[in-house]
């Protein structure tokens, strides 16, 4: 199977040595327990909210101000990013920002700049946090049929972040402790059943008779939002009652065991009727009709990427025949089953494949990509290469085509044609960890190992190797005596976790 995750250095390209020590093999987060790694962000979170709070149990949640706010987001984020599975791959990325830029574009003014992420776990669950964080799970993208089904989860998260309903909430109910809010939040993003429920009602318990969870005024006021911004994104609303259907039918099917999402919104019959209500009185509007392509490839990458490649090679196998009255193959079937070749290894048959569906669709640039990447893995440089800059004359802002097109001349030794291409990837998608990487690694090949040892020692905080990010940046502080900033950064960077660790 080819390497889909930056995560371990086997991910190194073939007969490529480091330039600097790569510190130990990293831990993946999904080596823990979910228990486990739900009682150790509750721990965390519990600790490293209390300081800015004022102390678990004696000041509540309703002094946060937006500044306290945003310091807890970007804490939770850390600790988020160290004990959760996050789906990296640039692409995906870049789709569900682009997603989430676009509801932006329409919303009210807001506090925060936003952050989107893909938490590689297959349950109907998303939720806002703190700050302008946006986690959408796996397993509810896999749920929707529709990109706009997608988009109206997110204008509805997007609605509760910036009308501060977490922060409204604990203000509303003076017994909700910061303690509480962290149990909460945990609950809701462990996704683990019964486990994130008896936290939750154990937070809320011990005399505490408040919970935090959205008010039906709330919700209304997120789907009213939602409502809006979806129409003025000329998108059809309609989807929105598609979606809250899947939510009533994940209720009945999980009803011994809430889906998470139900956690903090409850009552998908009560807002399927506020919704249709809203969609009758509103304006009779004609939609555009909405490209299924980019949602439908998103659904197929992910499934690449987080299922079993032999079990999903069989799968997709029995799918991707035409059926009875079809003439050709679904093209986005076939789409789906080279990405499972690709992930078995079996290039010349993801090259086959592939192949069928770009004679299907002649005019979809990233597919070039795809095809590059399938080169690219096996080790054909030279035609993976041409593809990329053929992709990327089509379509300059694809952050994938960037992303593996630096891969390539990396791979070639020409590291400043990479590094820039890297260094604009990072501007685009800053929340892509796997960045700090490349980059620190094509900065020690051209001589600046401070610089190199300093953006390994944010991949590494990122990828929770602890004792490896604080390798890099002690080294990057004992080579940067005559630089002050980057000195200072490194410094700023082991005092952020010499203060988590002390939690």
Partial sequence: MSCLKPLHKTCLPTGKQSPLPAGRPLRHPARLGWAGRLVLLVTLLAQILAPACGGLGVRTAHALSVGEEQEIGEKLLAIVRHNFSLVEEPDLLQYVT????????????????????IVDKNEFNAFAAPSGLIFVYTGLID?????????????????HVIHRHIAQQAEKSKAITIATLALVLAGIASGSGDVGSALITGGMAAGQTAQLKYSRQDEEEAD???????RAMNRNPVAMVGMLRKMHRENVLNSSQMPPYLLTHPDPDLRMSYIQDLLESGPKTTYPAVDPFPFQRLKYRLLSITKDPAKLLVHLLATSRPTAGETLPDPMRLYGLSQAYLANAQFDKAQETLRKVMEIMPDRSILRTDLGRIFFEAGQYEKALALFRQARDLRPDCAYTAFYLAKTLEQQGRYPEALALYEEILQALPTLSRLHYQIGQIMAHQGDKAAGHYQLGLYYWFEDDVESARFHL???????????????????MLAKIKKLEKM
């Fill in 224 to 230: 009213r939002v939602g409502y809006d911004y979806m």
């Fill in 474 to 492: 002690k080294e990057t502080m004992r080579l940067t005596a005559d630089n002050a900033d980057l000195h200072g950064k490194a410094a700023d």
């Fill in 143 to 159: 749920a929707m049929d529709t990109e706009d089904e997608l988009v109206s989860v997110m204008a509805h998260e997007t609605g």
């Fill in 98 to 117: 682009g997603l989430g830029n676009e509801i932006l574009q329409k919303a009210d003014s807001h506090f925060f700049k936003h952050k989107f992420f």
